[in-house]
């Protein structure tokens, strides 16, 4: 069994900064890509931003330049860094894994979401 959660959301003004945090916890052998999401109210689910085993990061359009997205291997811990945010930027956020077990199994996770909300 496998359990993300996140942490960190909440209320900050246009500008501000907030750091996420996504903890995997569970029978884990190896974490492969990770990933953040978000969906606003009446919007799909998209995706922020990617890291991959290796390090590699990939980021939307949206958010280049101003989110960061990291991880802690040893801790099974990432990372999103949020900085300049902008009201656009409220949603619910979701972290996401591929996640190798130490049964050998690979499974898909999601996180249970941090809602984020920008405004003044």
């Known amino acids: 069994q496998v359990q993300l959660v996140e942490s960190g959301g909440g209320l900050v003004q246009p500008g501000g900064s907030l750091r996420l945090s996504c903890v995997a916890s569970g029978s884990i052998f190896s974490i492969n890509n990770m990933g953040w999401y978000r969906q606003a109210p009446g919007k799909q689910r998209e995706r922020v931003a990617a890291i991959t085993s290796g390090g590699s990061t990939d980021y939307a359009n949206s958010v280049k330049g101003r989110f960061s997205i990291s991880r802690d291997n040893a801790k099974n811990t990432f990372y999103l860094q949020m900085n300049s945010l902008k009201p656009e930027d409220t949603a619910d956020y979701y972290c996401?894994?591929?996640?190798?077990?130490?049964?050998?199994?690979?499974?898909?996770?999601w996180g249970q979401g941090t809602q984020v909300t920008v405004s003044s």
């Open positions: 996401h894994a591929g996640i190798v077990m130490n049964s050998g199994r690979y499974g898909a996770y």
